[in-house]
Nanobody, 120 residues
């Protein structure tokens, strides 16, 4: 199976920056898509940013120009650089990865989440 471990969340003032990391480990043959999602209290989980295996990326309109997703394929690690943070960015952030295990089975795994709180 695949384990995803997120880190880098915390408390930051409006306008500040944070960088989230997500490390994937386990019986991984290849990772296709990796993405960041977030869920605020009382709201549904939403896509924040997606990194596809062909190096294409996709962002939620609300974070375009402020957040940057990147990945280290050799280390199966995903990053999210978050700049100009706003109150509305407060949420639990989750990492997701989809790919193939060494036994050729598909995996679709989620991390445990890391909290980002934007507050003055």
């Amino acid at each position: 199976q695949v384990q995803l471990v997120e880190s880098g969340g915390g408390l930051v003032q409006p306008g500040g920056s944070l960088t989230l990391s997500c490390a994937a480990s386990g019986s991984i043959f290849s990772v296709n898509d990796m993405g960041w999602y977030r869920q605020a209290p009382g709201k549904e989980r939403e896509l924040v940013a997606l990194s596809r295996s062909g190096d294409s990326t996709r962002y939620a309109d609300s974070v375009k120009g402020r957040f940057t997703i990147s990945r280290d394929n050799a280390m199966n690690t995903l990053y999210l650089q978050m700049n100009s943070l706003k109150f509305e960015d407060t949420a639990a952030y989750y990492c997701n990865a989809v790919g193939y295990l060494t036994n050729s089975e598909v995996f679709d795994s989620w991390g445990q989440g890391t909290q980002v709180t934007v507050s003055s």
